[in-house]
């Protein structure tokens, strides 16, 4: 869910004209939890929250009835509880998700193919090319949501405007259930009575740092001269805050955004010290990616390992290959390399995780290590055909098969 600020002053009516807002930002409302509500419809109109059952978990989506205690997103689930003490408190089901997502996604495509999903619960659309078609974009935004609704039995909401941020915009402000047209000519209108932290880009610390200057609004950028904001911001980051305080954005649809990383990480129910325990929770995780690469026909440059401690302190480091890799044992060894290289073994541990970045598709023509050992690489291959066809769970390292500290998972 969009963590932006929304205002009252900005769902408002600013005009039936659609002509050049050929851009929408369709974002599902509370994704995991509306689609666990699917087959719990008893728990309808209660706070419900989708996460693990713990005290060391996080919640994943918030119902709305729920965010009305303070519940939100990556809180932790004893904090929930505190905030609302009769929260209900679904597992994830990860599966589940990107099966309906994946139905979501279908029938944007059946609209246009200018589809660029940027998360498992937004996408943005150009429909341009579905207008004589399909009619205006209000028309086709209705008929989105009509379908989705129809069809899968969840609520989406849809902004609409002539540049792809104005239109993610204004689904935030939208939500939930809404659908927000700003019209091309009212974009500055709509601007102005945002304040400065539903710009994209700005954070808390960023919006922080600018209402120290006396930026609380979009339409303070305006009259502010631009080495202001490079003093403040930097170069590159101030000429984007300006252009897109004006309404001005230059992309379009990436119907193919590569994936930038992929990962897992741990959160464990009691602390951990032992670094046996540690080893074999890293030799897990690499197992599991350099299955998922493989099996999307990817290769990874960099390595990354994130630890946290019992008090909340959190490290990372990374290590970049020389040649992209896709085996088991070469994430193993680097991530446990880095571990070793923090000096925290012995220390309590309450998360560990490890993430491949700088991804290449082997489409691309990039080779993995030159002196890989063939004989791993059939032993991979063979594993991939066994877990392909009997689960992920059928083959695993004998290492793995001693019994770790009880702990929960979090992709």
Not at 31 to 57: M, T
Request: hydrophobic share 40%; proline share 4%; aromatic share 6%.
């Amino acid at each position: 869910m969009s963590r932006a600020p929304r205002v009252s002053g900005a769902k408002v009516n600013w005009g039936t004209d659609d002509t050049g807002c050929n851009f929408l930002h369709v974002d599902m409302d509370s994704f995991f939890a509306s689609v666990e509500l699917l087959e719990r419809p008893d728990l309808v109109g209660n706070p419900v929250v989708v996460g693990g059952n713990s005290a060391r978990s996080v919640v994943c989506a918030a119902t709305y009835e729920a965010r009305k205690y303070g519940v939100s997103s990556a809180m932790p689930i004893a904090r929930a509880r505190s905030l609302c003490p009769q929260l209900v408190v679904l597992p994830v089901r990860h599966e589940l998700y990107a099966r309906v997502s994946a139905q979501v996604m279908e029938i944007l495509r059946e609209v246009t193919p200018e589809v660029e999903q940027v998360s498992i619960d937004e996408a943005f659309m150009d429909v341009s090319g579905a207008r004589l078609r399909l009619g205006s974009s209000v028309q086709i935004a209705t008929l989105i949501r009509g379908r989705i609704k129809s069809e899968l039995g969840l609520s989406a909401t849809v902004g609409i405007g002539a540049v792809k941020f104005i239109s993610k915009i204004a689904s935030t402000q939208a939500k939930p259930d809404g659908l927000l047209l700003v019209p091309k000519k009212r974009t500055k209108d709509f601007l102005g009575v945002l304040p400065i932290g539903a710009m994209w880009g700005v954070g808390p610390q960023t919006a922080a740092r600018l209402e120290s200057i006396g930026v609380r609004w979009v339409r303070d950028v305006w009259n502010l001269e631009l080495s202001s904001l490079r003093s403040l911001l930097g170069n590159a980051a101030a000429i984007r805050l300006k252009e897109l305080s004006q309404g001005v954005d230059e992309r379009k649809i990436e119907t193919s955004r590569e994936r930038k990383s992929i990962g897992k990480e741990e959160t464990f129910l009691k602390d951990i010290r032992d670094g046996q325990t540690l080893r074999l929770i890293l030799l897990s995780q690499a197992d599991e990616l350099a299955s998922r690469l493989r099996q999307n026909s990817i290769l990874a440059s960099t390595v990354s390992i994130k630890i946290r401690f019992s008090d909340f302190t959190t490290l990372n480091r990374s290590y970049t290959f020389p040649d992209p890799i896709d085996n088991s044992r070469s994430i193993y060894e680097s991530a446990w390399r880095l571990l070793g290289q923090l000096g925290c073994l012995g220390k309590p541990v309450r998360l560990l995780g490890i993430r491949l970045e700088n991804l290449h598709a082997i489409s691309e023509g990039v080779q993995s290590l030159i002196g890989e050992d063939p004989k791993r690489r059939q032993l991979d291959t063979a594993l991939d055909k066994v877990r392909g066809k009997f689960g992920v769970e059928a083959l695993t390292s004998a290492s793995l098969l001693s019994n770790f500290e009880e702990k929960e998972t979090k992709r």
